[in-house]
């Protein structure tokens, strides 16, 4: 599972590429992705061949794990990935 990290004021984007696991004439339509209690998820981008979240805060110490589900034109993927908030 992937992880990042990010401090609690920090405002990111984080990208979530499928070039590399799309068909040729496959694309991303659309993503459900909910942010786990704590921390928000403030925008959701869709783009051809990856998906781009914007999450804020968190609390330091606390790890916050999304499990996005990414509709493509033929295909459904859960990716899951973890968010670590840290005051560095």
């Known amino acids: ?15 979530l590429i499928f070039s590399d696991w799309l068909a040729a004439d496959d694309e991303v339509i659309s993503v459900d992705v909910t942010a786990p209690t704590g921390i928000e998820l403030t925008q959701v981008g869709i ?14 110490g606390q790890s916050y ?9 033929s295909r459904v993927k859960e990716v899951d990935f973890m968010i670590i908030v840290v005051e560095m």
């Open 1 to 15: 599972m992937k992880t990042f990290q990010k401090q609690p004021k920090d405002h990111l984007d984080y990208d």
């Open 47 to 60: 783009e051809p061949d990856r998906v781009k979240l914007w999450v804020k805060g968190g609390t330091s």
């Open 65 to 73: 794990k999304f499990s996005p589900l990414i509709y493509t034109k």
